[in-house]
């Protein structure tokens, strides 16, 4: 059986990312810190690791690309998963008794309309998964939770109310890591991350490699380099498979621009899923600035777990 590591408690929302990718037939390793993970494929103890990279609403995983960039796991398929916060409670216990609900500050925070409008007090807790197995272990009649559906089944609390939250555009990305390079798939993306010399126009002439050659790039982010201050490297996303003639072509020249330039693989591109109410995400993306404004996305639980 397939093995693959997460990082979070059992219940949380990168081991229902695994259980979207590969079913139910999957063993799952529940990990501390991402930075966990990557030795758990390289020693052998699990076939794969899936890490969260990025929120559609909060942006990227704070430390997943730095571990990319400084660890040699593969990307081995990308994998979009629709984070729906549930509420849920003890067995029996009716909504209108609740009064405290616990979880992770970003997942309160994205739910913040839902708990205003029934008077519900936000208590952050350590984690979303943690909050639901907590509440299991020592009950409280007055308090629910917020986290995913596979935490209420794991932990036997009963959900009272289903996709919570403010926007139903919140997305998390995450990269399944292996050791090896993936099959070549019909539809792909590549991703690198590159670093340029301190000289005028040196970012442009990199990008112009890819636009001569019409290859659409799909993100291209800057971080801190951790070793020299107010120097960047960058990480970049683009369609198509880096044996393809013109991705090759493009990464041959950004070779020659570049300071350092880095494959982190090529793989099977995901298709976002869309919401099931084409009229609520319609709505959603026109409150979408607000909501950027006034709420953190959902990045769940850094260190503890991080979807």
């Known amino acids: 059986m397939t093995r693959v590591a997460f990082q979070g408690v059992a219940g949380a929302y990168s081991e229902e990312a695994i259980r979207q990718y590969f079913g139910d037939e999957v063993e799952t390793l529940p990990c501390r810190t991402l930075e966990e993970l990557f030795p758990e494929v390289e020693n052998g103890q699990v076939d794969y690791a899936m ?51 616990r979880s992770h500050p970003q997942a309160l925070a994205q739910c913040q309309r839902y708990l205003s409008r029934y008077g519900l007090k936000a208590e952050p807790a350590f984690d979303t998964a943690g909050s639901a197995r907590d509440l299991a272990t020592n009950p409280e009649t007055d308090v629910a939770v917020i986290a995913s559906k596979l935490a ?27 050791l090896e390079d993936p099959p070549r ?15 005028p126009g040196a970012l442009y002439r990199c990008m112009g490699e890819f636009a001569t050659r019409g290859i659409n790039l799909t993100k291209i982010e800057s971080r801190p380099r951790l070793n020299q201050p107010w120097r ?21 020249g950004l070779l020659r621009h570049a300071s350092f330039v880095k494959l982190l693989g090529s793989y099977p591109a995901a298709t976002t899923p869309m919401p099931e109410d084409a009229a609520l995400w319609q709505s959603s993306l026109d409150l979408a600035p607000a909501a950027m404004g006034t709420t953190d996305g959902f990045r769940d639980e850094p260190e503890e777990e991080t979807t």
């Open 232 to 252: 960047y490297t960058f990480y970049l996303d683009f369609e198509g498979h880096c044996q393809d003639l013109e991705a090759e072509a493009a990464l041959l």
């Open 51 to 101: 890490l969260p990279v990025e929120n559609a609403v909060a942006g990227s995983v704070a430390g997943a690309y730095e571990l990319l960039l400084q660890r040699d796991l593969r990307i081995n398929a990308e994998v979009i998963m629709q984070v729906q916060h549930m509420l849920m409670a003890l067995p029996d216990v009716e909504r209108t008794a609740l009064r405290r609900v």
């Open 152 to 178: 209420a089944e794991m932990y036997g609390l009963e959900i009272l109310d289903r996709a919570i939250e403010d926007f139903p555009f919140n997305y998390t990305r995450f990269f399944l890591l292996g």
């Open 185 to 199: 798939a019909q539809r792909t993306k590549t991703s690198v991350v590159f670093s340029t010399r301190h000289t």
